[in-house]
C-alpha cells in the first residue's frame, strides 16, 4: 500500500453542474493577496484551484451525507464545550 499523500492547504470549495456530473473545484486564497486589496465595495479574491473532481449525483449525495456527520460533531463538540464554560461560570458565581 502506497503512502498517503501529504496535506495541501484547502480554503475554497466551488461546485457547478456539468452535464450530469458535479464539478468540485478544490483550492485556496493567497493570504499574501489579500493584503492589498481595497477596503470598499465589492471585491473578488482570486482562488488558485488546485484540484477539480468530477462527482456523480451519487458521490455528491455520499459527500454531502459526510459533510453534514462531521458538521453535526463539531456542532455537538461546541455545545458540550459552552456547556462546560457555562458550568464553570455557575460554579464560581
Same mark, same amino acid.
Request: proline share 9%; hydrophobic share 45%; charged share 25%.
Given at each position: 500500500?502506497?503512502?498517503?499523500?501529504?496535506?495541501?492547504?484547502?480554503?475554497?470549495? /466551488? &461546485?457547478?453542474? *456539468?452535464?450530469?456530473?458535479?464539478?468540485? =473545484?478544490?483550492?485556496?486564497? @493567497?493570504?499574501?493577496?489579500?493584503?492589498?486589496?481595497?477596503?470598499?465595495?465589492?471585491?473578488?479574491?482570486?482562488?488558485?484551484?488546485?484540484? /477539480? &473532481?468530477?462527482? *456523480?449525483?451519487?458521490?455528491?449525495?455520499? =459527500?454531502?451525507?459526510?459533510? @453534514?456527520?462531521?458538521?453535526?460533531?463539531?456542532?455537538?463538540?461546541?455545545?458540550?464545550?459552552?456547556?462546560?464554560?457555562?458550568?464553570?461560570?455557575?460554579?464560581?458565581?
Amino acid at each position: 500500500m502506497s503512502p498517503r499523500p501529504a496535506p495541501e492547504p484547502a480554503s475554497v470549495f /466551488r &461546485f457547478a453542474f *456539468s452535464g450530469s456530473e458535479v464539478q468540485m =473545484l478544490v483550492g485556496y486564497v @493567497d493570504p499574501e493577496r489579500l493584503v492589498n486589496l481595497p477596503d470598499h465595495g465589492e471585491v473578488e479574491v482570486p482562488a488558485e484551484v488546485t484540484h /477539480r &473532481f468530477m462527482l *456523480s449525483p451519487r458521490g455528491l449525495f455520499q =459527500l454531502k451525507s459526510q459533510l @453534514d456527520e462531521i458538521a453535526q460533531k463539531l456542532k455537538d463538540s461546541v455545545d458540550a464545550v459552552m456547556a462546560q464554560m457555562a458550568a464553570e461560570m455557575d460554579d464560581t458565581a
